[in-house]
């Protein structure tokens, strides 16, 4: 009822603006005339109603149950099935191998060639038969494990398989958990509680509304199947253990399942308190002769290097090396190919065979393998294993930041403000319109330079905040008052803010006598309210974007990528929104002086400048720089343009998985193997300073 009675006030002071805004700038009979000024007070009045109604409005809560709640666990159900089961499970190297290769299945086939043990908290062990499935193991276990292995064992497979079969049940069961697949390596970025975690993962990667994700999370109706617990920086893993074990302590109902390497897990101080562990053991030499011989022609080529090199044994152990080999081999022995240890031949030897089997008449063999060690090299130094297109920043050219596309973003913005502002006001009122794009142009720049700006830099470290900044929640009334201050007392900003509105109020205003001063006076204080006010706000937008993080949609579109997307539809419904109130106010004192259409022209003059500023600020910038670094990356041929063609490549060449917007690659291994083959020696662009030092001048 009380969304209904909002949304009626909302209609009213909507329909009353209309109303105010026709009586101010209309013609009135004259015996009206005298009056004409009550409506210009009234109209801010009215201005202000709506608003506060609109901001009530935003704040109710969203509905979380019935058909939303029912719709989102449908979207949310289709999405895992599609990023996680039919891309990276069903498209996993194992499969791939046995297609390409023209594997003939027969009925003595398991799904995969591993085996399975379980081990109880309590103690006894088992191992898992070839008719008991992995969804059954894990009833066994009261729905709580941890899956352990070797690098390459199929742990993230196994758990795959898993979500697989407890997403059939939860379609087929409404009272069922949602199960979920995320990756623990980006929790090291902001070390939050797991819950918080959890949630803002489901908005990110999954977009389902932030109210949705939390209300689910704390009900307990998200099962988080989480991998990757050995790709959490060292010195951050005893911690994120410790988040797991808290949020399993305090939802003791919820199921969980938890991936890690056994190495790295053994090296914890205290092990994760679940129910049981799932150990995926080595391949066995018989397990493997059998595997091999079931192929029967098909590894015929990898039998032949076998035969021919011994060494080659140790790595058939682990499934991921097993297939690896099988497809690098697939046209029996050769040359070894590349420099440095078995391993890394082996996995040259993999790109070398990939690239000759499925080559694209875009990319050469050798700009395919460039551009891939610079998206693994860069995705391992931001602990990244999704990679999204919001991830490529000026620092990836090796000429940054000695030609650094932020500054031109930011010169081409100032002077495209200061250009349309200056058509505008000569169109609007004359010279002084005129002057005033010049000033407009030259606060752009300063409010660019000094006051709070998100440089692409910046915005691609998105996931590298402050933890703080996760439980960070804006009162849009103080936040913009603390700015306010802030930005006038900005030595550079302030002094020329006054003195180039001065000047431009003095200009308008020096032959019109007293009347003239006044005008004068009421031009230069207008503008320059307007102006702090809208860096204000910019500030707080900032703050607020920054908290709010990606907003989870996939466009294909590269340019702007999802982030930027996300900010320019906010900026477009609070640029002109800001803009109205700051020319209505502005229009007000300047009406004073001289006439209401005096008043209307110059508010239109300040709703232009305000408005282009905001959206500069916010959105635009940042989407000019993006064009400039893809284009400067594109010249240098460090990455291609459009990227994605590129991206889907890889992922026929099964170096890369399409994971929703994102893409990983097929191994945490093949990643760290591009990423060593970044040229030795070569210098690195220097770093972008850490982003608590960037963003925390406002905290």
């Not at 603390?482 to 006038?488: L, P, Q």
Request: proline share 7%.
């Amino acid at each position: 009822m009380r969304r209904v009675i909002t949304v009626v006030l909302s209609v009213v002071c909507g329909a009353l603006l209309a109303v105010v805004t026709n009586v101010a700038t209309g013609v009135l009979p004259a015996r009206l005339s005298p009056y004409l000024w009550i409506a210009w007070p009234l109209l801010p009045v009215v201005v202000v109603a709506l608003a506060a109604v609109e901001t009530r409005r935003a704040r109710e809560p969203a509905p979380v149950g019935g058909g939303p709640a029912a719709r989102a666990r449908r979207v949310l159900l289709d999405r895992v099935r599609r990023y996680w089961i039919t891309s990276v499970l069903d498209r996993s190297l194992h499969r791939e191998a046995r297609l390409q290769l023209g594997f003939t299945a027969s009925t003595e086939d398991r799904r995969y060639p591993w085996t399975l043990r379980a081990s109880h908290r309590d103690g006894y062990p088992d191992a898992l038969d070839d008719e008991t499935s992995i969804a059954a193991l894990f009833g066994q276990l009261d729905h709580a494990v941890v899956i352990l292995g070797a690098p390459g064992a199929g742990k993230t497979t196994t758990l795959l398989e898993l979500a697989r079969e407890l997403l059939d049940d939860a379609e087929a069961d409404r009272d069922a958990p949602v199960p979920v697949v995320l990756n623990l390596s980006s929790w090291a970025t902001r070390r939050q509680p797991l819950t918080q975690w959890l949630a803002e993962q489901l908005t990110e990667r999954y977009g389902i509304p932030s109210r949705q994700a939390t209300a689910w999370v704390e009900a307990g109706e998200i099962l988080p199947l989480l991998d990757g617990l050995d790709e959490v920086v060292a010195a951050s893993r005893d911690e994120c253990v410790a988040a797991i074990a808290t949020f399993h302590a305090r939802q003791p109902l919820t199921p969980i399942a938890v991936c890690c390497r056994d190495t790295e897990y053994q090296q914890l101080r205290t092990g994760l308190p679940l129910y049981g562990t799932v150990t995926i053991q080595p391949l066995t030499r018989p397990q493997i002769e059998r595997h091999l011989d079931r192929a029967g022609p098909a590894l015929a080529g990898l039998r032949a290097v076998l035969a021919a090199d011994q060494e080659l044994w140790e790595f058939t152990g682990s499934p991921l090396l097993l297939s690896i080999m099988a497809l690098a081999y697939a046209d029996g022995p050769a040359p070894q190919a590349g420099t440095g240890s078995r391993r890394d031949r082996l996995f040259a030897r993999y790109a070398e065979t990939m690239l000759r089997h499925r080559p694209h008449p875009a990319y050469s063999p050798e700009q395919t393998t460039r551009y891939l060690y610079l998206l693994g090299d860069r995705m391992r130094e931001r602990q990244q294993s999704i990679f999204v297109l919001d991830l490529v920043a000026p620092d990836w050219s090796e000429n940054w930041p000695l030609k650094d596309d932020d500054l031109r973003s930011r010169a081409a913005s100032s002077i495209t403000v200061g250009l349309l502002t200056g058509l505008c006001g000569a169109a609007l009122i004359g010279w002084p319109g005129a002057a005033a794009g010049l000033l407009a142009a030259a606060l752009t720049a300063l409010g660019l330079a000094f006051a709070e700006y998100d440089s692409l830099n910046l915005i691609a470290r998105w996931g590298q905040r402050p933890e703080d900044y996760g439980a960070f929640r804006t009162n849009w009334l103080t936040a913009t008052a603390e700015a306010f201050t802030e930005v006038s007392y900005e030595p550079v900003v302030g002094w020329s803010l006054v003195a180039g509105t001065l000047v431009v109020g003095t200009g308008s205003g020096l032959a019109g006598g007293w009347v003239g001063l006044l005008t004068g006076l009421a031009y230069w204080l207008g503008l320059a309210l307007a102006t702090l006010l809208a860096m204000s706000v910019t500030s707080v937008l900032a703050l607020h974007l920054y908290r709010l993080g990606p907003s989870g949609d996939a466009p294909r579109r590269e340019i702007p990528s999802p982030v930027l997307r996300g900010r320019l539809r906010l900026a477009l419904r609070a640029a002109p929104a800001l803009g109205v109130i700051t020319g209505t106010a502005a229009g007000l004192l300047v009406a004073w002086p001289r006439s209401g259409a005096d008043g209307v022209r110059y508010g239109l003059l300040v709703w232009t400048s305000v408005t282009l500023y905001v959206l500069t600020a916010i959105a635009l910038g940042p989407i000019v720089e993006q064009w400039l670094v893809r284009r400067r990356l594109a010249r240098e041929d460090a990455l291609p343009r459009p990227l994605r063609p590129f991206l889907d490549h890889a992922v026929q060449c099964l170096f890369l998985r399409d994971v929703g917007d994102g893409y990983i690659f097929v191994h945490r291994e093949l990643l760290e193997f591009f990423a060593d083959r970044v040229t030795a020696g070569k210098p690195r662009p220097r770093r972008p300073p850490p982003v608590d030092s960037i963003v925390l001048k406002d905290g």
